[in-house]
């Protein structure tokens, strides 16, 4: 009897890496996932947090994907190497923060070590020819093998039959005609498969869940860097840009506006390690003042906690502060109005 041939496939917890997957275990292959996480792709998080989410799964969707297809999935933690890939990449940012193709060579090339050290015969990827205009395009197919180090043994099963035929296809480990031909934007071919293969439940099939690509997400990464001075961060930054409304009245500070009541929640767990604002005489939100604000600032800090909380059309508020050392004190103030809040003032 032949080998069983083993692959190891990226899995995104979106639809096309799901398929990519599925059709080669479809031919006997032993498939295994493997999820990178750099901190950036954490959806889950939100939809946990806020209101607006409610009717959204919280799940991570990687491992709902390995769930169902039966597959083992692997989980690397990869933040901090990641760091010079977004910081320093070679081949640029899309249209926001977004270093997509450098982020697809250094994950294929995580896998090409991972499938090494494992005795795994070749790697799957859901790319598909002309989906992503950075990365999936017909001229930086063969980028991401060549420089990711996975050359021939990086298979595509959406898009192989618009492609060479790679090692797997050329061995008979894998049958190239049970592969796919899939180019272009549309999903209408990948919904036809999911029906085909009985998925009725998957993450948005043009979804994506790196906030990278998020217009907002990323000003407030660059105003982040901005600010500091260089282009180090560390996962907790990460993870607060994507909460709260940030606001930078002066480049030497910026509040975080707990937005709702579970963004509130989560904020609370940073209360130690940034001054903390919230309205005492009347219902607020809970706010972080981030960077090295003067009592000025703080004074006009609180003017603008007080203008979103209940006391917005008062005279008077009590704004309660705290600094990192736990101390505390009262700042009476009057609240802001809405035309005194510029809106270049919002990241």
């Not at 639809?15 to 792709?41: R, W």
């Not at 959806?43 to 989410?53: F, M, S």
């Amino acid at each position: 009897m032949s080998k069983q041939r083993k692959a190891v496939a990226l899995i995104s917890g979106g639809l096309d890496s799901m398929l990519a997957a599925k059709t080669v275990m479809e031919q006997g292959v032993h498939v295994e996932g493997i999820n990178f996480f750099t901190g950036f792709c954490v959806e889950g998080h939100t939809h946990a947090i806020r209101d607006k989410d409610k009717a959204k799964p919280k799940r991570n969707n990687s491992l709902w994907v390995a769930e169902q297809l039966g597959m083992k999935l692997h989980i690397v933690d990869v933040i901090e190497e990641y760091k010079n890939v977004l910081i320093n990449p070679r081949h640029g940012y899309g249209a926001h923060m977004n270093p997509c193709l450098d982020c697809k060579i250094f994950m294929v090339n995580k896998a090409r070590q991972w499938i090494a050290e494992n005795d795994f015969d070749f790697i799957i990827t859901g790319e598909v020819i002309g989906q992503r205009p950075m990365s999936q395009r017909k001229a930086t197919m063969p980028i991401v093998a060549k420089e990711s180090g996975a050359d021939d043994l990086l298979l595509r099963p959406l898009c192989a039959k618009n492609l060479p035929p790679t090692l797997p296809e050329r061995e008979g480990w894998v049958d190239r005609e049970r592969l796919h031909d899939i180019t272009g934007r549309s999903r209408k071919p990948q919904m036809v498969m999911a029906e085909q293969f009985g998925f009725d439940d998957y993450a948005q099939p043009a979804g994506g869940c790196c906030f990278l690509t998020d217009k907002n997400y990323s000003a407030k990464l660059v105003d982040l860097w901005q600010a500091q001075g260089n282009k180090e961060y560390e996962l907790d930054d990460v993870m607060l840009l994507k909460v709260g409304r940030h606001i930078r009245p002066q480049p030497n500070f910026k509040l975080i506006v707990a937005r709702e009541e579970g963004e509130g929640r989560f904020l609370q767990g940073y209360k130690n390690e940034f001054i903390s604002m919230n309205c005492i005489s009347h219902s607020g939100p809970l706010v972080l003042i981030d960077g090295s604000p003067s009592a000025e600032d703080l004074y006009l800090a609180a003017r603008i906690t007080a203008r979103f909380g209940q006391g917005r059309d008062a005279e008077q508020v009590d704004i309660n502060v705290m600094q990192t050392d736990g101390s505390e004190r009262t700042l009476q103030v009057k609240p802001l109005n809405k035309q005194e809040i510029p809106e270049e003032w919002y990241i």
